[in-house]
């Protein structure tokens, strides 16, 4: 079975911004979109920000195995609901990649537990991404190295708890290093953070962006089936412990109660 | 000069619950203080729930080393923008010891990123912690194992992300297994959790659970200065860039604009 | 195409211990070929000591995605061409599962760069695996926990660095904890540790083993092509820069000349 | 009580090498150990490869709270008994500095279990150190970057685990980037590499790496006693358990014996 793909887009410098729209007449969620689908082993459709639920409903959520996320102008218009929802999925094993300015949604702060900030400049200069694990599943199908010729510059520090794995690094015209690819895993989800992709750019158009992309929904997709479970704190009652075991001294909860949130 | 500790009690349980105001006259919060107190290199003092901004007005808190915490019922009672300032200051380099039914109060779930679940039984069954590692700063003056003879077990699957250190494991009667101590960095910040510490039993007088808890203040103490900007995302204009550097291309942002959030 | 996986035994207590002949009269290496067997996805075949390069020629280790690894009483007698060449092999991509009391082998040391050491206990007690992450690939299809009903006990501190995942951990009728299933990454080949599997009882028989055993070869198969360059250690002269250079400042070495070691 | 750092030197090319004799006429070592002792907080000697032992007799070393690594060319010649020495210490809790061309030393390879090769170049180019992490007490004290005038390019695949923490990222003029400021932890040491240190070069008398090597001295020592019992695996004998415990079944060694290595 496909690996069932949903790309969110915030789809609004798409439509109002003449350089964004003409670069991405379908915009940059089509392009990804687009991307994903050439390859036979995804199949990905599109949700925005301007639909009902922002385009992610309980059940579709419930049948999304990788969520790509992009937002910059509008993070602080997306539902804390839908957050929620959308992280108690990927604590459920559903694979999330947050991609460029998505490094402030408040899904990946939500997940990361820090700022998640970054220094930055828009000037149009090169970005040489550098692959540290050319093992790494995500860096399959890569040079050495790659070249954006034109990007946003994002630099160091990028406030993130220290990542599971460092793949890719990316050097700047302008003296700026930045750790451009890490990913991460929160419950059952692994998470892939992508730097590249500046709207006024034809960053998801370029062949080794759309690889990464391709790769990393393969790698983030967990064949586990969903934990379900994993925001409740279960009770063990003593006559259900695995070991047999005499009650001891006073407690806090009746029997049965629930526990203390 | 001494390590700033100020010891965190949500303090109902403590006053409105007869067992354990009996163990703790002075409040757990005042157990805890009186064990950090008992090292030279530590001044602890108090602050709870019920006080104005629960005890962490701005200033206290940016005159704090490392802050512990203890809740348990009233977690939905922290205000969040308390829960805010305290994540900010663990941001800058704050230490944070996490206590026992913390694990849900809202700061850690938030510098998790998870939900922070677990399983529980009240069966005043004993538990023995193990230490992983015994050359870790929190491990030491401790036997390859103690002791607690009654408490609250505590169960995996512990819904966290991977640690940065895995320093205590604890084996319980009834079967279950725990990773009681878990250290984790989250910006500039050093974060410990630490689950033995239910309130009807006297762990906090326990001589080893003190000896944890000195240890984890000291090395939760970061010797660095406050990372003040760690919120921040500063633009780089390109005359300051570090390398020369000519403007290509289209741009989103007018000079000197604010970036995004 | 399936997954070629090598089962490696040191067929010593397998021939020699009355017990262990009884038990696996194919001999461990066999009876866990068997399981890997039972699914599609894998084509499992066996390597012992005593073959010609302890059945590890080099075309066959580069025609195998992962290598299990069993040994007790021989690890010195294991060629140490023969462990520079699986080393080399994990680097380059190829997974390896270490079994038991291959926490001592030459290859774990190396691999590890820590002492493997651990405690044990040998009274045929019972051990309890808990899943630490339900949403880890090698969990899948698993219990919360699963009982190995006679074991040798194998106690930490086990000396080994922070892994990238902790999968299980058990417990122990006689007091004990162990991280009995761990997983780390060398170069490009994912590493997974998994403790049970004493000579003396059938562990390898067991149906819980026989599915962490399963799964844990599907994990460790790494899709992307060796990454044979992974030793080399290349220069890159001044007019193969990625951006253009001068060179500056007194050299060491002559132009052409290889890098020292 | 001072930290006792001993600052160990292949001291080969220090002494050959006309351009390196000059900048370092103490070698560099001498010129590492003056850094260290402008700190009154740590006490630092020098051991050099032509001494007996290469100046590392096992009673120094159990003296020796950090050791600094620098070699080049002679790695080869430095005996597997001092990096096995070495490496207890380390696992003991002995801090580690390994200092540039060191990222091929026996002693750093057999910490990483890993190839530990990367790219470089000659060229005197300019290297920008980047702080990953400025709430980080190896960064204390610095700019958010520093850069090395003149400077040996090493480059990217840096072929380690993945670090406890990145400290520090380096760009180069000549379109490379590179992990320079890594840290691990083998048992009860913590290890730091910092890659800057080339030795035709004045990298050792510069301001801000004088300050890494002096925060990393004062980060790597191990408050904790030594771990003397490291790579022992001690038999827990059935009367010894921590729970009360019966024999049950076979078993494959006699009471008593030791255990197989």
Chains 1, 2, 3, 4 share one sequence.
């Not at 639920?53 to 059940?59: I, K, Q, R, T």
């Not at 991609?99 to 408040?106: A, Q």
């Not at 998640?116 to 050319?134: D, F, Q, S, T």
């Amino acid at each position: 079975m496909a690996i069932r793909a949903v790309v969110w887009g915030e789809n609004i410098h798409d439509r109002e911004n003449a350089v964004v729209r003409e670069i991405y007449p379908k915009g940059m969620h089509g392009a990804i979109a687009d991307a994903l689908n050439a390859d036979p082993a995804i199949e990905a459709t599109t949700a925005t920000l301007d639909q009902p639920e922002h385009g992610l409903p309980v059940d579709r959520l419930a049948n999304t195995d990788v969520l790509t996320w992009w937002g910059h102008r509008a993070h602080g218009e997306v539902k804390d609901e839908i957050v929620e929802r959308v992280a108690e999925r990927v604590w459920q094993g559903m694979g999330l990649l947050v991609l460029h300015s998505g490094h402030f949604s408040k899904i990946f702060r939500k997940l990361m537990g820090t700022p998640c900030a970054l220094k930055w400049r828009e000037a149009g200069e090169k970005e040489r991404v550098w692959v540290i694990n050319p093992g790494h599943p995500i860096a399959q199908g890569l040079d050495p190295s790659f070249v954006v010729p034109q990007t946003e510059m994002y630099g160091e520090p990028f406030v993130v708890p220290e990542p599971m794995e460092t793949v890719f690094i990316s050097w700047y015209d302008g003296g700026e290093v930045f750790r451009s690819g890490l990913t991460f895993q929160r419950g059952a989800g692994r998470i892939f953070y992508f730097s590249p992709g500046h709207e006024v750019y034809p960053i998801y158009h370029d062949r080794n962006v759309r690889q990464v992309l391709t790769n990393a929904v393969k790698w983030a997709a967990n064949p586990v089936p969903a934990w379900t479970t994993v925001t409740e704190a279960p009770n063990v009652p003593i006559d259900k412990a695995p070991e047999p075991l005499t009650e001891k001294g006073p407690k806090l909860h009746a029997a049965g109660e629930a526990g203390l949130r």
